[in-house]
């Protein structure tokens, strides 16, 4: 049985969690990729991941973590697998380590190009635009957007608005103290009754509304 996105969308969106096959994904309760609308699955979006092939004998696997209600648009791609036998300091970039059995008269242990970037982690309520490119080791945080078809080579702050080829800062979704607040808050964790009880509070941009009831005890 496909378990459809609860929060209701006209885009058929398909909750990821209950979907992945991979033992090296991971993703959090409602994140969701609208992929699914056009008949791909979510695995589609990830490169290089170490499914049955020779990656595991270049070290450990690179993981992709995914928070929670995160929203992933169609064409997403997350870059893993480390740099893939190439090493663009050395005279030769081809991953010669490919054909290491093919020669004759080494007389050392020859170093290898393959490089991990570590696991990719995607916080929460994180938003991401269609055919972005996401490099691998690359650490998005909770609230942050990034813009359709960015490519992200780097980390990415708590609410931050990012776009663009290679993709920058554009702005802050909120001030700093609000910022902070918001990360205390953390409505991602909140059991289902009570979200559904202040989904009011999360459609407004009122934060210092949200942060005096959550410090009166009301959340």
């Known amino acids: 049985m496909i378990k459809m996105n609860p929060f209701k969308s006209y885009r058929n969106s398909i909750v990821i969690k209950d979907h992945i096959r991979s033992k090296h994904i991971t993703a959090g309760d409602y994140s969701y990729y609208s992929g699914y609308y056009y008949g791909k699955p979510f695995e589609d979006c990830v490169m290089y991941l170490d499914e049955g092939d020779n990656l595991h004998e270049l070290g450990t696997t690179d993981q992709l973590i995914i928070g929670k209600f995160c929203s992933i648009a169609t064409g997403v791609k997350f870059m893993m697998g480390g740099t893939q036998g190439h090493n663009y300091n050395w005279i030769a970039a081809y991953p010669l380590d490919e054909f290491d059995d093919d020669f004759d008269g080494y007389t050392e242990i020859p170093p290898k190009a393959h490089r991990s970037k570590g696991d990719a982690v995607i916080g929460n309520d994180v938003w991401i635009g269609a055919e972005v490119l996401i490099m691998g080791g690359v650490k998005i945080a909770d609230g942050a957007v990034i813009g359709a078809r960015s490519v992200v080579t ?17 702005k802050k979704r909120f001030n700093d103290k609000d910022i902070e607040k918001l990360l205390e808050i953390k409505w991602w964790d909140w059991d289902l009754a009570t979200l559904k009880q202040n989904l009011n509070s999360l459609r407004t941009s009122d934060v210092e509304a949200l942060w005096s009831k959550f410090k009166e005890g009301g959340l």
Do not use: F, Q
């Open 154 to 170: 780097k980390d990415v702050g708590a609410y931050e608005i990012w776009a663009g080829n290679p993709s920058r800062l554009i």
